[in-house]
C-alpha cells in the first residue's frame, strides 16, 4: 500500500484499485483506522490526539486526497502529500 505522509508518529496511506467511498488508511503505532477525505472516521480508531492530527491533515490537503485517489483508480502512481506544518 503506497505511503501518502507520514508526520509525527502517524502514517498515511493508500491502496491503488480501492473501493468506494474515497477513504484513506492512518496507523499510529499499533492503532489503525480509515478516514473519508473530510476526516470521518470509518473503521478503527486511533489515540484522540492523533485523530485530531489526522482530521486536521485531512482538511488541510482534501484536494490532494482526491488527486491521489483519481490516480489510485487508474493504478497510477499516487504521489506524495505534505504532512502537517
Do not use: K
Amino acid at each position: 500500500m503506497p505511503e501518502l505522509c507520514r508526520f509525527m508518529g502517524i502514517v498515511i496511506r493508500m491502496y491503488r484499485r480501492e473501493h468506494p467511498p474515497p477513504h484513506f488508511h492512518a496507523t499510529y503505532a499499533e492503532h489503525e483506522a480509515t478516514y473519508t477525505f473530510d476526516g470521518v472516521c470509518l473503521e478503527g480508531e486511533l489515540p484522540r490526539n492523533q485523530d485530531r492530527l489526522v482530521r486536521e491533515w485531512a482538511e488541510l490537503h482534501h484536494d490532494d486526497l482526491e488527486r491521489c485517489w483519481e490516480r489510485a483508480t487508474s493504478d497510477e502512481d499516487l504521489g506524495t502529500i505534505e504532512p502537517l506544518p
